[in-house]
Nanobody
Framework: QVRVVESGGGLVQPGGSLRLSCTIS????????MGWYRRRPGKQRELVAI???????NYEDSMKGRCLITRDNAQNTVYLQVDSLKPEDTAVYYC?????????????WGQGTQVTVSS
């Protein structure tokens, strides 16, 4: 079992920035695909950004250009930097880590961190 812990959420003014962190208990972060997802009020959970174990990166269209996902394998941590925040970015942000072991996919989720964009 891998423990996943997010941090860095909070209240941010429109146009502001924040950096979310996700740290896992497994010291082999390099084996995992790491993703950030969010659930906005009244909507289903959606992908925000993902970085694969071989460092391929993908972003949800509305986040391109103002979002950066990076990983620090030595710290077992993945970061999500979001700039130019908008009220519609208000959501609970979740970290997901996934890997395939013996042909079986393992998925682990954090508890989520609330981001509120409001003046």
């Amino acid at each position: 079992q891998v423990r996943v812990v997010e941090s860095g959420g909070g209240l941010v003014q429109p146009g502001g920035s924040l950096r979310l962190s996700c740290t896992i208990s497994d010291n082999r972060l390099s084996d995992f695909d790491m993703g950030w997802y969010r659930r906005r009020p009244g909507k289903q959970r959606e992908l925000v950004a993902i970085v694969t174990s071989d460092n391929k990166v993908n972003y949800e269209d509305s986040m391109k250009g103002r979002c950066l996902i990076t990983r620090d394998n030595a710290q077992n941590t993945v970061y999500l930097q979001v700039d130019s925040l908008k009220p519609e970015d208000t959501a609970v942000y979740y970290c997901n880590v996934a890997r395939v072991v013996n042909f079986l996919r393992e998925d682990y989720w954090g508890q989520g961190t609330q981001v509120t964009v409001s003046s």
